[in-house]
């Protein structure tokens, strides 16, 4: 990351979590038929469904938000690439658990993907343990091809962009969101980030964390094998570009949220996902609302962190 601009931080507001439980149960209740928002411990995440690294989502939470879309669009800068490992020291906590959505480095697995990242990064004696998984579009038969990181290459890299949630992966407790039948335009997270939007008007605050689709079907994309050699200018241009996918619960997503910028250019919400049955890739929402079930596990973050922030930025693929 020798070329990368200097780090910046912010205090996100990060109020009680029964407050914002109270907060989220009313707000969620104009999307959603039947929602149940509590304070609850979080689930032993090394356990189905989840199998990630770590048991918890707690300990010192925040998020980060590096590199960016404008790295990918108009044109890719194939030499924005980031370690986990170093992205853990930038946010002041050697050795965490990261989870979130991004790139997979280009320059390593030899093609573009999605990346689902899931690390415990390394510490002293202790390596990192790399429970990614990373999502490209097959060339045999055009469909979805999931594959766990680690089986195919022993870094910690991606490239390009990620939202991170980051934490020391401890048990704890963490706000649990069950929610039925969406009656709402709105994916669970943009619900979540519109109410608190709403809520805080002035404050901003950041949710990182897991949700499952337990029953219905989903709405993804994947990023072409090939990045674009025409320049991409439009979002109909990158919708163009990237292969729409509908895919099966039970589907775990790695979400990271922000209610409001605090000034750093970040991306306000960012969703990959994956599955035990091979599918997976970016999330955008259910698409089966009637039936559609979720329970996902969130805590708020305490600072943000924008690591390599575009000098040159725009608002076009953020969806
Ligand atoms: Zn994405």
New binding site residues.
Partial sequence: MATTTKTERSQLHCPALEELCDVLQSGLNNNFADVQVAVVACPDLTEDPFHFPVKGLCGNPRITDVGGVPYLIPLPQKHKEYDMNTVSKEVELPGAFMLG???APSRIIGMNA??MPLVQTEAEGRPAVNGSYFSSVNPADGRCLQEKYSDRFPDCHFGL?A?LYACDGKPGKVIEVRVKRRTGEDSLISAMRKTLEAHYPDKSLALGGTFIIQKGKAKI?I?PREFSVCPLNTNDEVNDWLKHYEINAPIICLSVLVSRDPGLDLRVE???CFSHHGEG???YIDTTPDTVEYVGYFLPAEYVYRIDRPQESHSIGRD
Avoid: Q, V
Wanted: proline share 0%; hydrophobic share 35%; aromatic share 14%.
């Fill in positions: 959505a991004g790139a999605e990346f962009m939202n994309h990023m960012h969703t990959h890739g970016h999330y």
